[in-house]
C-alpha cells in the first residue's frame, strides 16, 4: 500500500512539474512573440491618429507635387529653407518623423533643381564658420556666406475631433505651404486629409 501510495506522488509530482514547464514556456513565448511588420501594414492595434502609412505617403505625394511645381524663371536654382512642421493634434506624434520623410523624398528626387537648407542646423553652421575662420579650424570650403533662402516650406498638423462613451472619431488635415521669402506670396499648398473611428483606448507615444 505504502509503495503504490509512493509511486503515485511521484507521477503527480512529475504531471505537476511538466504543467510548470509549459506554463513557463508560454510565458516566455508571449513576452518574446514580436512581429515586423512592413511599414505600410496595419498593426491591428487600432487607433485613430497618425500612422505610419501616413508618414510615408505624405512624405512621397508632397515631394511630387513640389517637384512638379512651374517655378518662376529666375536663372538660378531656388533654395528652399523647411521649418519645422507644427503639430496642433492631441495626438503626440513627432513631426520630426514627417519632415524628415519629406525632406529625404525631395532631396533624392531633386537631382539639381533645387536646394534645401538645413535650418534646424543653423547654430551648428555657425559655431563651424566661426572656429573655421579664427583658425581654431582649417578652411576647408570657404564661402562668403550663408545661403539665404528663396522659399520657406510650411507645414502643420491640425485635427477636429470627438468622441462618446466607447468610440472616438479623428479628423486630421496635414498642410503644406511654399512662401517666398522677398514677398511673402504663396507659390503652392497642399494637403493630406485622414478620418478614423474606432475605440478609444489606444495610445500614441
Known sequence: MTRQLLKTFMTLGVFALSLNLMACATASTKQTGTRVLDPDADDGLGGTGTESSDIRTIGERMAREILGIAWPDSGETPRIAVLPIVNQTRFRVDPKLLQNKLLKSLVTHAKGKLTFLARDSEQAIIQEREKKRSGMYDQGENAPAM???????????????????????????????????????????????????????????
Open 147 to 205: 545661403f539665404g533662402a528663396d522659399y520657406f516650406l510650411k507645414g502643420e498638423m491640425r485635427s477636429l475631433s470627438k468622441s462618446n462613451t466607447s468610440e472616438v472619431s479623428d479628423y486630421i488635415v496635414y498642410s503644406f505651404q511654399l512662401i517666398n521669402t522677398e514677398t511673402g506670396a504663396i507659390l503652392w499648398m497642399g494637403d493630406y486629409e485622414t478620418k478614423k473611428a474606432g475605440d478609444t483606448g489606444v495610445v500614441y507615444q
